[in-house]
């Protein structure tokens, strides 16, 4: 920095000494870092001055670092926007959850025999993640009616998201032994034999499903990773499209999605499928 305070003493209007007096106080290496700070450059004194002074070659790369630094602004603004949203359902949602709790728990109060509020609870809590009190309600629900098949698919839920794969297996089993027409208990069927490397069941699982259920948006996704694992990038991309164009919100898809893209080499989808996933 001592150099080029010496520089510009010599010669006040020397643009790149401004430049690069600049990028030394924000410890930036290059343009790309400099476009890519929080603050607006535009509004920095010594960037107007490398830009009065540059000349016309210069002034159309400082004005091209200007564009991107505004667009890498409103990026992050968006991106802000978008989590401070995500956060704001992501509340309402686990307020819905606990609100559903305390309607089921208040249905027990009247009614302790009836399945279908023990499976209510059981269902609450996987959302919430706590699923020991997950596996604990299901089985009250299953005691109080083992034909029920709901509640089996919901305890192997539990036990697939604690990683115990042949129970949540056993458990998905038996919900598609009772109610066939399901799409939900084939695709979680189809997740708990790719989890133990059995990737040709857990296809004929997800395909089971989306014959049930062609708007199954968990179903093509699960179809899109399957492929991606094969190298199959084309129907990777074509099944996890199936599952963002049936939810446009779905952010593991996206993100599948950008995966799928960045292996074909389609860098600039690939990072939009990402940004889609934020």
Known sequence: ???????????????????????????????????????????????????????????????????????????????????????????????????????????????????????????????????HAAIENCQRAINLDAEYAAPWNNLGYAYDKLKNFYKAIDCYSRAIELDASDAAPWSNLGNAYDEIGNHAKALECYNRAIALNPKHAAAWNNLGYIFTRSGDYDNAVKYFRKAVDIDAKYAVAWNGLGYAYNFKGEFKKAADSFQRAI
């Open 1 to 131: 920095e001592r150099y080029l305070e010496q520089a510009l003493r010599l010669d006040p209007e020397n643009s790149r000494a401004y430049l690069g007096k600049l990028m030394a106080e924000l410890r930036v290496h290059d343009l790309d870092e400099l476009s890519n700070i929080r603050s607006p450059i535009g509004e920095q004194k010594l960037f107007r001055r490398a830009v009065e002074f540059a000349d016309d070659e210069e002034k159309l790369t400082l004005e091209k670092c200007i564009e991107l630094n505004v667009a890498h602004i409103e990026a992050m603004k968006q991106e802000r926007i978008k989590h401070e949203q995500k956060r704001q359902e992501t509340e309402a949602l686990e307020k819905k959850y606990d609100e559903a709790l305390t309607a089921f728990r208040n249905a027990l109060d009247r009614d302790r025999n009836y399945a279908s509020p023990w499976n209510g609870v059981g269902y609450a809590y996987n959302y919430l993640g706590d699923y």
